[in-house]
DNA sequence: GTCGATTGTCTTGACGTCGAGATAGGTTGG
DNA sequence: CCAACCTATCTCGACGTCAAGACAATCGAC
């Protein structure tokens, strides 16, 4: 079936014949398919009253395991926001009780965030939810092409993720 | 090698060997990797002064073809945005010279928007750009692969693309 | 024709993010 | 022990986006 990135190359093939334009393939398909679930996301978690930014706190505390604590400066690797984003973030899942602060008792400068009951059992229930739309959204594929899909974005995805960028 | 998404798959299976979160392996790559690749572009873009909302809507009206127009609602499907943000965009654009509204002849509700020249030139510029920084990334495959992985994702975003969501 | 529904665009207010800078604690070498 | 530098977090102002609704023009059924 066609998309709308097969538009938008045919359209620049015609336009622009001079150049190539095989990349757009693949990115411009990797930022518009970004795109449509974080819409789709924001459906899924609105039926559990979660925004999804504060699914992705939520969740990287959880993963952290007991006692569910992390630091905001790791919080900021795993999320991909600024500082002052995650302070923001920080205080309005404080404010509605999902997490608390608690100072670092190794190191003044620094504070731990940890996640209340209610912060848990929202983080897990959220991602039960998540899991079951995802995969609505993948059984277009075979399982053994989801495998293989993986695989080529983890190469893509590997550079990024391991040389600081 | 490995990503981040290995070790967030890894911290799941550790935290909650209960689910299956095999979703994740392909969903949150995309969604990691379009993140990064936003940023990319940030600074690609920035050598030809343009940032990259400027650079979707300007692009847009160039791949339409002479005389370079569209409505903003058509605008609005291809860059998946909210028309108040559509508004905004065109306002920026047409203060800086780089596109303008003109009354639609043919529907008096309807404006059409149209590329000037220098915008049609930022335009071309910025796409080589785009294409040369783009190319670098996917160097990590073969062409081989990055058909693949094209056709793949394909099958993934045409029911966004087609189903009206 | 005319009324109601629909379409296309713009307006508005709230909100989340960013980037730069401030603050305070920690670290290292002399 | 001090000075310079580094690190962790927070503060602040500017900005872009969204959602909801306003408004005007158009279409369709009767």
Known sequence: MEDEVDRLVAAWRRERPDLDVEPLEVLSRVSRLARHLD????????????EPWEFDVLTALRRAGTPYQLSPGQLLTQTLVTSGTMTNRIDRLAKKGLVERLPDPSDRRGVLVRLTDEGRDRADQSLAGLLAQERAILAELSRAQRGELAALLRQLTAPFDNIPG
């Open 39 to 50: 819409r789709a996301r924001r459906l899924a978690f609105a039926e559990h009253q979660l």
